[in-house]
């Protein structure tokens, strides 16, 4: 089961550039969100900001408060640990290619330690076939490597990978971008099912996309979240008219 | 104010989802700090990695391991730099800086003077640079600018081999093949022709500074060839077709559109070379004659910097004569590393941004 | 008004007139001519000083080869040198004797060459430090290896003995610096991308850095060792008052050893043909082990680093 994001007062920089400028926002639990936007306007940066991805740049700075159900995830963890409750998918897909299959879908765990054959077995079959990959890859899961399947088949695994550690929350940032349309269905198709036992988010640029899989969609521009409601609502009654400029395509 | 309908069918496929026209409304956000399912308990991987901690003390540890080791380089000169200054304080406080001006060196009487050493070392490193210069030049355009592709791989190749061959191996070779060219051809050949020069005059036994310059050349030719070329590589395409847009010929193009924007770099590359001359020692000292003269001819034996420590240090007796060897070293140390970073920093000002690779 | 240099509008209008450029005047010619020559000229030039330093720096090469192959025999392999004026004998002690140098050599370059590497690609990057690393480093690359070696010997020789173990501390400060450059250059070629990986799946910075960064890298950074260890192989000057060299069977740490290089040079400059022979035979050994190294850098580098990808 997921857990909801509280993000109060984020404000983000990386130098001097002041990339986020006072987010406020609710991420429901076992929902999808969009967050769409024109290119540069800090939606990846706010997924970063999620889970502490952002600090891994030495020049980044954050400051508010993000909240995962009670936790404060920057005053009371430590970013290794959240990393493990909030996975994430990143927009090109990117295996260890010295790793077979199997090793990449369980690197969340081995490389953290964990030794269990049987589970460790269990667990890549089940991240798999919740990736919708497992029909595909069943064979040759030590034999070949991670690098070596097609685009979209080494995203389905990336996002099985993250799964395999059994996170609360699924940031994806742009996810299919990089993909031909047809795997860009089974991804989008993979969001519907998960939604109901990961809390997702998910970044796009494709607004159809946005409205295809999420509930929720908040439309960011020039490091401002302009506005935040149901998918439904952003894309037929928009508050803003910045938000209907952008969805009826006159900019971005 | 109405919008474009956005929202696209999708096929039938899971059942029991809402349509994106369903969603819930916004003040489901209420709930949201709670999961909206059952509370299941912490399935075994979540409670394993709970379990696992965050690894900061693990993380600091190796930082500080990584630290430590690259930190040890500094520690390695300082100490190079500390013992060498220790151990020729004799020297220096009985000679002080006149060390480098006097020219006796005779370990019986105790009187040490590093003139001699200093006129070989920087006799044979010019002359050495004289001739493999404009060599090393000749081959480094030949590469990059007029070789045929098929060609480039197997000759820089070579040039990479060569370099590999330790000073030692190149000596013996010096010792049994140059050495007799040298005494029997080239030698006679130079004292008839150019003679009159006044540079190739008394006995020619085959050793001497010409040899010794000579075997030097080969063999800092391959580096001022390959960090040449690095440098002409990393003069971008658009200098050199801007160049013959304008209509010039290949030397022309060569000329202004690489050259001259690589000259600081070039310059670099055969400072590195002198570098690589101060320094060497087997080869030259095996061919060199090793004897403290200056002398105007170039069949002369001479010495370096380098090939006296290398011939007298394990004999020496006496702690004043030790002392002076080391503090011919420290000379030898201060001066490669000036002529080094000069040499590096000119060479990195133009390659700036583009892979090094490792000379 | 046209601004084609070669339609000059006569005076009248205020502009100087000016003699419009013949483009096929005989001046014109003569230069293009002459320019061509010149072209031709650096070109034959620049071939020609290719020849001269190809031609001979191969006939070395070969004559190399020869005349180690000539000398070589198994006897050489499994003998030590014979008293002076005997003939056979060989340099089995000086191999050993390298092989144990280069061995503590390598078990302290290497580490401290990867972990300073390592430093400056996943830690230092952007920090002044590292920058003055990376330029020490480079500095102590130009070190002449005599004055290494007599800084050993200040070190660890003097008022002791000559021992293998200095031989290999001097050898390993030569291994240093190429190591650390080498593998620094490997770990930068890593997609960052692959770092983000694992660190988003919660795996702390330290295990990120062992199991992907040096994982992906480690061909390279093991050839750059391979590298360094050749190159060290063949120096005589640091272990001349270090290692010192040995006539006889010597495993021992705290004694003088012989080594290969060492042993070259003795017998290089002695007045025997015997020992020139085993000279020669040395050499070649010398340098087919450099070879074979250099080679073997030069395929992994037209590989490419990762395994895998596409």
């Known amino acids: 089961m997921g857990v909801g994001i509280n993000v109060e007062h984020l404000n983000a920089w990386y130098g001097t550039t002041h990339t986020l400028q006072d987010i406020n926002l609710r991420l429901p639990a076992n929902h999808a969100t969009a967050l769409i936007g024109p290119s540069g306007c800090g939606k990846s940066t706010f997924v970063r900001c999620l889970n502490r991805m952002h600090e891994t740049n030495p020049i980044a700075r954050a400051t508010g408060v993000v909240k995962m159900g009670d936790l404060d995830i920057y005053k009371d963890a430590d970013p290794v640990e959240i990393r493990r409750r909030i996975g994430m998918v990143f927009q090109r897909p990117n295996p260890f290619p010295t790793m077979s299959i199997y090793d990449n879908v369980a690197s969340g765990l081995k490389l953290n330690g964990f030794r269990n054959r049987a589970v460790l077995d269990e667990t890549v079959e089940r991240s798999l076939k919740s990736a919708a990959l497992w029909e595909e890859v069943k064979d040759d899961l030590k034999k070949k490597s991670g690098a070596s399947l097609s685009g979209g088949q080494q995203q389905r695994m990336c996002i099985a990978r993250a799964l395999a550690v059994d996170p609360e929350v699924l940031l994806m940032d742009e996810p299919a971008s990089a993909l031909d349309p047809v795997s860009t269905s089974k991804i989008e198709d993979l969001i519907f099912q998960l939604k109901s036992q990961y809390t997702i988010v998910i970044v796009t640029h494709n607004m159809q996309q946005a409205a295809r899989v999420a509930e929720n969609t908040g439309f960011f521009l020039n490091g401002k979240m302009v506005e935040f409601d149901s998918t439904h609502k952003i894309f037929t009654n928009p508050k803003d008219k910045r938000t209907e400029d952008y969805i009826t395509g006159r900019f971005g | 104010m109405t919008t474009q309908r956005m929202t696209t069918e999708r096929e039938p496929n899971p059942p029991a989802r809402s349509t994106p026209l369903s969603v819930p409304a916004v003040t489901n956000f209420v709930a949201a700090s709670e999961p909206s399912g059952p509370e299941l308990a912490p399935s075994p991987i979540r409670g394993f990695l709970r379990s696992r901690g965050s690894g900061a003390m693990a993380d600091r540890t190796f930082a500080g391991l990584m630290l430590l080791c690259a930190l040890s380089i500094f520690a390695i000169v300082a100490f190079i730099l500390t013992i060498l200054i220790l151990r020729s304080k004799l020297s220096l406080a009985q000679f002080g800086f006149h060390f480098f001006l006097r020219s006796d060196w005779d370990p019986v009487s105790g009187e040490f003077g590093a003139l001699p050493f200093i006129f070989g070392t920087l006799a044979t490193s010019l002359l050495a640079l004289a001739m493999a210069v404009p060599l090393a030049m000749g081959v480094a355009v030949f590469l990059t600018e007029l070789c045929p592709q098929k060609l480039r791989a197997p000759i820089s190749f070579l040039t990479e081999l060569l370099a590999a061959i330790p000073s030692v191996v190149y000596g013996l070779w010096a010792v049994f093949v140059l050495v007799p060219i040298m005494r029997d051809s080239l030698g006679p050949f130079l004292s008839k022709y150019l003679g009159w020069t006044g540079f190739f005059e008394g006995y020619n036994f085959g050793v001497g500074l010409l040899t010794a310059s000579i075997i030097l050349a080969i063999m800092i030719l391959p580096i001022i060839s390959s960090i040449t070329r690095d440098i002409m590589l990393a003069v971008p395409n658009s200098q050199r077709e801007a160049v013959l847009a304008l209509g010039a010929t290949r030397w022309e193009m060569i000329r202004t559109g690489v050259l001259r924007n690589a000259r600081i770099g070039i310059v670099g590359a055969v400072i590195l070379g002198l570098g690589r001359a101060l320094g060497e020692t087997m080869a030259v000292t095996m061919v060199i004659g090793n004897h403290p003269d200056i002398s105007k001819s170039l069949f002369a034996p001479g010495y370096t910097l380098a090939s006296v420590i290398a011939n007298e240090f394990s004999e020496a007796t006496g702690n004043l004569y030790t002392s002076a060897l080391i503090e011919i070293g420290l000379a030898l140390f201060l001066v490669t590393i000036v002529v080094n970073a000069i040499a590096r920093a000119l060479v990195w000002a133009v390659t700036r941004g583009t892979p090094a690779r490792v000379h | ?310």
């Open chain 3, 1 to 310: 008004m046209s601004t084609n240099p070669f339609h000059v509008p006569p005076g009248g209008d205020g502009t100087p007139a000016r003699a419009p450029i013949n483009m096929r005047s005989r001046w014109m010619r003569i230069n293009s001519a002459r320019r061509y020559a010149v072209n031709h000229l650096i070109s034959g030039l620049a071939l020609l000083s290719t020849i001269l330093v190809i031609v001979p720096l191969v006939a070395i090469l070969v004559y190399l080869l020869y005349k180690g192959a000539s000398s070589l025999n198994l006897a050489f392999f499994t003998h030590i040198p014979a008293p002076v004026g005997e003939p056979g004998g060989g340099m089995a002690n000086a191999m050993v004797g390298s092989g144990i140098v280069l061995l503590v050599a390598s078990l302290m370059g290497i580490p401290v060459g990867i972990g300073a590497g390592v430093y400056l690609a996943e830690f230092g990057r952007g920090k002044a430090l590292a920058s003055a690393v990376r330029f020490t480093a480079d500095v102590l690359n130009g070190v002449p290896s005599i004055v290494v070696g007599i800084a050993v010997f200040g070190l660890l020789v003097e008022g002791r003995h000559y021992s293998a173990f200095a031989g290999g501390v001097a050898l390993a400060i030569m291994m240093v610096p190429t190591i650390t450059r080498t593998t620094e250059e490997m770990l930068a070629t890593v997609p960052h991308a692959i770092r983000e990986a694992a660190l988003g799946l919660g795996v702390p910075k330290w295990r990120t850095v062992l199991s992907v960064s040096l994982k992906t890298a480690s061909p390279g950074i093991i050839t750059g060792c391979m590298l360094a260890f050749a190159r060290v192989a063949g120096e005589t000057a640091p272990l001349l008052f270090t290692a010192f060299g040995n006539q006889f069977w010597s495993l021992s740490l705290t004694q003088p050893i012989a080594a290969l290089p060492l042993q070259i040079y003795a017998y290089a400059i002695s007045p025997y043909d015997e020992w020139h022979r085993l000279a020669w035979a040395g050499s070649l050994v010398l340098i087919v082990m450099i070879m074979v190294s250099v080679t073997l850098v030069r395929i992994y580098a037209s590989r490419g680093m990762l395994k895998g990808a596409s």
